[in-house]
């Protein structure tokens, strides 16, 4: 049986680093690369973590230099909405730490031509990974990714929330909900993972077990890996590459005290589902799917109705996350985006680097010609 891959031992040595960056976002969280890599074998493949005593880098290595440009690049794919350095580095934005970072991976990976780092966020940390590079005598690129959508929300209750969305999405809330809930066997289920309490197995500190929800079961996970697979299956979307990464995602989720995954029913037919990951805060809408055989019921915006009310109700979240692209839908939901940017960085000392950065030049001289 093939080994599953892991963590390479210099980053899982230090799982202070995932702890601290977990509440930046979902994606610098341990559970979150463990499932990648297991979910991605590929990802794991050629390991290049640059560690510093206060931050890393998830990186991975490809060419060699000679028939090829040595390069280093994120430990990401498409499954991944943001990548960032990982570490305690974000409490106080630390640029110093995030800069020495950069140019450490320089000296530590000496031969390489080309890093590619994406996708990042437009901010501090960026800037700071780009000044490290630079001060080790590397040109940097920055390039566009995609636009992420988001909702500010700290203190927004759902009626109030409900109210500033445009007519159109309340009408449909209103007209379609009343005609799904009169639909023989019609109904939204919500399964939600409690949060894990550390240190206690009775669920409660007082003696009181029923104080506190139970995890999820093994078998409520497994009806919910089967539904949203059935409904992925019949929705529009092509076929998941990596089948197993989104049945490992929603065990780790549900594990983590993370999940919160909506589904609608007809009978005994799943027809919609949702994944959103909720942790520290924030409320990532990771997937969602809907059979395309009951499309006229709008059960997608029925569900989403549900999770956004739990999120801003239940969970309080401050902030939700659309996470990636510039679909029309999510502008009915959100309030604000953001771009997503990724950083190329050319080591000029060595012929592929320097072959890489003459061609990204001339490329971007190229396209500014083409746009006149």
């Not at 092509?238 to 995954?261: D, N, S, T």
């Not at 000392?349 to 890489?356: D, F, H, I, L």
Request: hydrophobic share 40%.
């Amino acid at each position: 049986m093939p080994k599953t891959p892991k963590i390479p031992p210099v980053a899982a040595d230090n799982p202070a680093f995932f702890n601290a960056a977990a509440r930046e976002s979902l994606f610098f969280s341990e559970p979150w690369f463990s499932n990648l890599l297991a979910g991605v074998p590929e990802l794991a493949a050629s390991p290049a973590w640059s560690l510093t005593p206060s931050a890393m880098l998830p990186m991975q290595r490809s060419g060699d230099g000679k028939r090829s440009p040595l390069q280093l690049t994120a430990v990401r794919n498409y499954y991944s909405s943001l990548y960032g350095p990982i570490g305690d580095v974000y409490r106080e934005q630390d640029s110093t730490a995030v800069q020495q970072l950069a140019s450490s991976t320089v000296r530590k990976f000496p031969h390489t031509d080309v890093i590619q780092l994406d996708p990042l966020a437009d901010d501090w940390s960026t800037t700071a990974l780009e000044a490290g590079f630079h001060n080790a005598g590397w040109a940097t690129r920055r390039f566009n990714c995609f636009g992420n959508w988001y909702l500010p929300c700290e203190g927004i209750a759902w009626a109030d929330y409900l109210a500033e969305r445009p007519g159109q999405v309340r009408s449909t809330i209103k007209r379609k909900g009343k005609k799904f809930a009169a639909l023989e066997g019609a109904r939204l289920q919500m399964l939600i993972a409690p949060p894990v309490v550390s240190g206690s197995h009775s669920g409660g500190n007082d003696g009181d077990s029923n104080e506190q929800p139970l995890p999820l079961s093994d078998d409520q996970i497994d009806q919910a890996i089967a539904a949203w697979t059935q409904i992925y299956n019949a929705s529009w979307k092509k076929p998941e590459p990596y089948p197993e990464f989104v049945p490992g995602l929603i065990r780790m989720a549900a594990k983590q005290g993370w999940l919160r995954f909506g589904v609608a029913w007809l009978g005994d037919v799943p027809i919609a589902a949702q994944i959103w990951i909720t942790l520290h805060g924030k409320a990532n809408i990771y997937k969602l799917a809907y059979d395309e055989e009951y499309k006229q019921h709008a059960a997608g915006t029925l569900l989403s109705a549900m999770l956004f009310e739990h999120a801003l109700d239940v969970d309080e979240v401050n902030e939700i996350d659309y996470l990636t692209g510039d679909d029309g839908y999510k502008r009915d939901w959100m309030t604000e985006r953001r771009e997503r940017i990724g950083l190329l960085a050319f080591n000029r000392q060595r012929p592929w680097g320097m072959a890489q950065f003459l061609k990204n030049r001339f490329g971007e001289t190229w396209q500014r010609f083409r746009r006149g």
